[in-house]
C-alpha cells in the first residue's frame, strides 16, 4: 500500500495574509494608480510608445543602481557615493574611448573593475575599520567628485563611437517580422513574443511554487491574490510589451535590467549568500555568532554596489553621447528613495528586489509625468520628498502596530 507522505498545507486566511503583506500589494496597487492618474493628466501621453522607451531610458541606470543599493541598505548600511561613481567611471570611459582611441569591448570591463575597486575602498572602511558606511561614503562622494572634475578638467568629453553608445540607445533588431512594417501596427515582433513569454514564465513559476509548497507543507498565499497579482502584472507588461513594439521594440538597456533583476532576484531568495546578507541585516552579532563573516560579506556588497555605479556610468554616459563633470548629481537620493518606498527598512534585515524596481519605476512615472505636465523641478523634489516620507511612515507604523 502506497504511503502519502505530503503534509497538509496550512490554511492562511485572507484577512491575516493581508494584514502581513500590505505593504507589497499595496506597493504594486499604488504603481498602477500612480500610472493611470499621470495617464489621464497628462491626457494620454505618458502611455504613448515613444514616451514608455523614453521612461525605460530615462530610470534604467536608477534600477540598476537600486539593486546594489538593496542590498547595501538590508546589510544594514547606506552608500552615498554612487552619484559620483557614476560621473567617475562615465569621465573615465570617455577619456579611453574618445582620447585614447580604445575599443569599447576593453573599455567597459575595465571600467567595471574600476568601480569594484572603488567599492573596494570604501568597503574596507566600513567592514573591516568599522567606520559608519555614512561617514566613508559621504568622504567618497566628495573624492570622487573631485577626482572627476580634476580628469575631465572641467569639460565635457564626447561624442562617443557608435558602438558604445548601443549600450543605452541601441534597440533589439527584429528578426521575426512577417509583415511589412510601413503598414503593420506593429513594428518589432521580438517585444511582442518576448514580453508573452516572460508573463508565460511568470505565471508557470507561481504555479510550480505553489505546488511545490503544497508538496512541502508550506503556507501558500491565498489564490485570489495569487491570481490577482498575476493579472495586474500580466495586463501592464501585455500592455506596455505591445506599446513598444509599435515604435522600435526592446532597448538593449531594458534587456540588461532585465537580466540584473533576474539575477539579484536569484541571489536574494534562492541563494546562500543572500540569507546571510539578510540575516547580518537583521542582527549582525547573531549572524556572527552563527560562523558568518560579516565583515566579508560588507565588503562585498560595496564591491557588488561599485560595479552597478560604475555600469550606471557608462549607460548615463552612451545615453547623452558625453561625459561631464555633474553627472550623477542627486543620484543617490533617487536610487535611496526608490529603495526606501520598495519596502526596504532603515534599520536593515528588510527589502525585496521586487520592491525596489517598483519602487524605481514610481520614482520615474513621477518625474516623467510631472515633467510632461510642466510642474516645476522646485516642485518635483517637494512630492518626491513628501512620498519617501510617507512610505518610510507607513513602514515605521506597520512595525509598530506588529509589535
Not at 518576448?194 to 505553489?210: D, E, F, M, P
Not at 528586489?353 to 509625468?369: D, H, Q, Y
Amino acid at each position: 500500500m502506497a504511503i502519502d507522505t505530503r503534509t497538509e498545507t496550512p490554511n492562511v486566511s485572507v484577512s491575516d495574509y493581508l494584514r502581513k503583506n500590505i505593504r507589497e500589494y499595496g506597493l504594486l496597487l499604488a504603481l498602477v494608480v500612480i500610472m493611470l492618474l499621470f495617464q489621464f493628466l497628462t491626457g494620454g501621453v505618458l502611455f504613448k510608445p515613444v514616451n514608455i522607451t523614453n521612461l525605460v531610458l530615462q530610470n534604467s541606470f536608477i534600477i540598476i543602481m537600486a539593486l546594489g543599493m538593496l542590498l547595501i541598505i538590508v546589510a544594514g548600511h547606506i552608500d552615498l557615493s554612487v552619484g559620483s561613481i557614476v560621473a567617475f567611471t562615465g569621465g573615465i570611459s570617455a577619456i579611453m574611448l574618445v582620447k585614447w582611441g580604445w575599443h569599447f569591448s576593453i573599455v567597459v570591463p575595465l571600467c567595471l573593475m574600476m568601480g569594484a575597486a572603488m567599492g573596494a575602498a570604501q568597503g574596507y572602511w566600513v567592514a573591516y575599520q568599522k567606520i559608519p558606511s555614512f561617514i566613508v561614503t559621504l568622504a567618497g562622494m566628495l573624492v570622487f567628485r573631485g577626482l572627476t572634475y580634476v580628469v575631465l578638467q572641467g569639460r565635457p568629453i564626447g561624442p562617443f563611437p557608435k558602438e558604445f553608445q548601443l549600450l543605452s540607445t541601441g534597440f533589439i533588431p527584429d528578426f521575426l517580422s512577417f509583415t511589412d512594417p510601413a503598414t503593420s501596427v506593429v513594428k518589432n515582433y521580438v517585444a511582442l513574443v518576448a514580453v508573452l513569454a516572460l508573463v508565460g514564465w511568470a505565471i508557470y513559476s507561481g504555479l510550480k511554487n505553489r505546488r511545490l509548497n503544497e508538496l512541502h507543507g508550506t503556507p501558500n498565499e491565498p489564490f485570489v491574490f495569487f491570481a490577482g497579482q498575476m493579472a495586474v502584472i500580466s495586463v501592464v507588461a501585455i500592455f506596455l510589451g505591445f506599446q513598444l513594439s509599435t515604435y522600435r521594440g526592446l532597448p538593449n538597456v531594458l534587456v540588461i535590467m532585465g537580466v540584473l533583476i533576474a539575477f539579484y532576484t536569484f541571489i536574494t531568495t534562492r541563494s546562500t549568500l543572500g540569507r546571510r546578507i539578510y540575516a547580518m541585516g537583521g542582527n549582525e552579532k547573531a549572524a556572527k555568532l552563527s560562523g558568518i563573516n560579516t565583515e566579508r560579506l560588507t565588503f562585498y556588497t560595496f564591491v557588488n554596489m561599485g560595479v552597478l555605479a560604475a555600469l550606471a556610468g557608462m549607460i548615463i554616459a552612451a545615453r547623452l553621447n558625453s561625459a561631464t563633470p555633474k553627472a550623477g548629481v542627486g543620484f543617490e537620493l533617487d536610487v535611496i528613495a526608490a529603495c526606501f518606498i520598495g519596502g526596504a527598512s532603515a534599520s536593515g534585515g528588510v527589502g525585496r528586489i521586487i520592491g525596489a524596481v517598483i519602487g524605481a519605476f514610481i520614482m520615474g512615472v513621477m518625474n516623467n509625468g510631472m515633467s510632461i505636465m510642466g510642474i516645476g523641478i522646485d516642485y518635483q523634489q517637494l512630492i518626491k520628498g513628501l512620498v519617501l516620507l510617507a512610505a518610510v511612515f507607513f513602514d515605521v507604523y506597520n512595525k509598530n502596530k506588529a509589535v
